[in-house]
């Protein structure tokens, strides 16, 4: 199963992977994650991602489906996967498609995780993450079992250099500038699902699991 989970920064498509990887036993492609570990590991690409990352603006294209293109031809992709934070524009959406094509596979099914403007800030200020698995967790709604400790692997949560108030208008911006209109993009291909972000963490999770079966 190839599922994409869509909607803005904070709306819960990370949380959510978390679940859907356990029930399907597919990766979660986020390229969040996967620029996070470049900076990590000082590449160039990386560093040059950074600059637009800690502004709250995209990354450009070029960087982003050079990575989406190495990442879907590893090996444990065969059975599926779960993209999370791409295609985040029209561009990336048809490089994604045309890739697809290639591979004779293609987007089962693209999950909206609705969610309004006004309670984004409060889930981002409040998320914390794991550095080494990338889980999300929020001090609030979604706590972790043992404050600060990752449920998954143990690892010291933190708070994202891009999680604050300020950084928050500029990636709303870009959602809804450049990533909102590929709501129409898949609702044409008829693959679009809708599911309310706004109610708890397991309900959401439930709602997701009736879609995809
Ligand atoms: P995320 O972890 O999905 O919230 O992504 C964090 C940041 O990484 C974003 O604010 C962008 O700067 C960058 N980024 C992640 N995915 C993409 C993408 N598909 N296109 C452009 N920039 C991206």
Same mark, same amino acid.
């Given at each position: 199963m190839n599922i994409m989970l869509f909607g803005a920064p904070g709306a819960g498509k990370g949380t959510q992977a978390k679940f859907l990887i356990e029930k399907y036993d597919i990766p979660q492609i986020s390229t969040g994650d996967i620029l996070r570990a470049a900076i990590k590991a000082g590449t160039v690409m990386g560093l040059e991602a950074k600059k637009f990352m800690d502004e709250g603006k995209l990354v450009p294209d070029s960087t982003i489906i050079g990575i989406i293109k190495d =990442?879907?031809?590893?090996?444990?992709?065969t059975d599926g996967f779960i993209l999370d934070g791409f295609p985040r524009t029209i561009p990336q959406a048809e490089a994604l498609e045309k890739l697809m094509k290639g591979m004779k596979i293609s987007l089962d099914r693209v999950i909206s995780l609705n /969610?309004? &403007?006004d309670l %984004? /800030?409060? =889930? %981002?200020? *409040?998320r914390r993450v794991c550095p080494k698995c990338g889980a999300s $967790?929020? /001090?609030e709604f979604n706590s972790p079992k043992v404050t600060d400790i990752c449920d998954y692997c143990g690892g010291t949560l933190i708070i994202r250099k891009d999680d604050t108030a300020e950084t928050v208008v500029n990636r709303l911006a870009s959602y809804h500038a450049q990533t909102a209109p590929l $709501? &129409?993009?898949?609702? &044409? =291909? *008829? %693959?679009?699902?809708? /599911? &309310?972000g706004t109610k708890n963490v397991l309900e959401v999770k439930e709602d997701i699991f009736k879609i995809l079966g």
């Open positions: =990442r879907l031809t590893e090996k444990d992709c /969610v309004p &403007d %984004i /800030v409060d =889930r %981002i200020t *409040g $967790f929020h /001090v $709501f &129409d993009f898949y609702s &044409d =291909r *008829g %693959i679009m699902v809708e /599911v &309310d």
